[in-house]
Nanobody, 124 residues
């Protein structure tokens, strides 16, 4: 069983940066696809980024491409989402998700393991 714990959310001004972290335990990152989703109030969760160690693939939704970067840390059990040039429309609850898989991470839409979520609020 995979456990995911997010951290790093908070309040930031428009144009600022935050780094979210997803600490993974229970299974090695070697076998997992890691994704970040966000959820606006009253809306479905949407996938915004993913990464897999299998082929080092990454993918980004158009709304965050060029501003957000997903990457693993050197210790090997945490995946970060560096968010820059934040906008008020990035305000949401952000979730880390994991599933087993190989191949490009963009293939995967359904995830079976979720963190508890972390709130990001961007003030204008």
């Amino acid at each position: 069983q995979v456990q995911l714990v997010e951290s790093g959310g908070g309040l930031v001004q428009s144009g600022g940066s935050l780094r979210l972290s997803c600490e993974v335990s229970g299974l090695s990152l070697d076998t997992l696809v890691i994704a970040w989703f966000r959820q606006f109030p009253g809306k479905e969760r949407e996938k915004i980024s993913c990464w897999t160690k299998y082929d080092s693939s990454t993918d980004y939704d158009g709304s965050v491409k060029g501003r957000f970067t997903i990457s693993p840390d050197n210790a090997g059990n945490t995946v970060h989402l560096q968010m820059s040039n934040l906008k008020s429309e990035d305000t949401a609850t952000y979730f880390c998700a994991a599933r087993s898989g190989i191949g490009h991470c963009s293939r995967y839409r359904e995830f079976s393991n979720w963190g508890q979520g972390t709130q990001v609020t961007v003030s204008s």
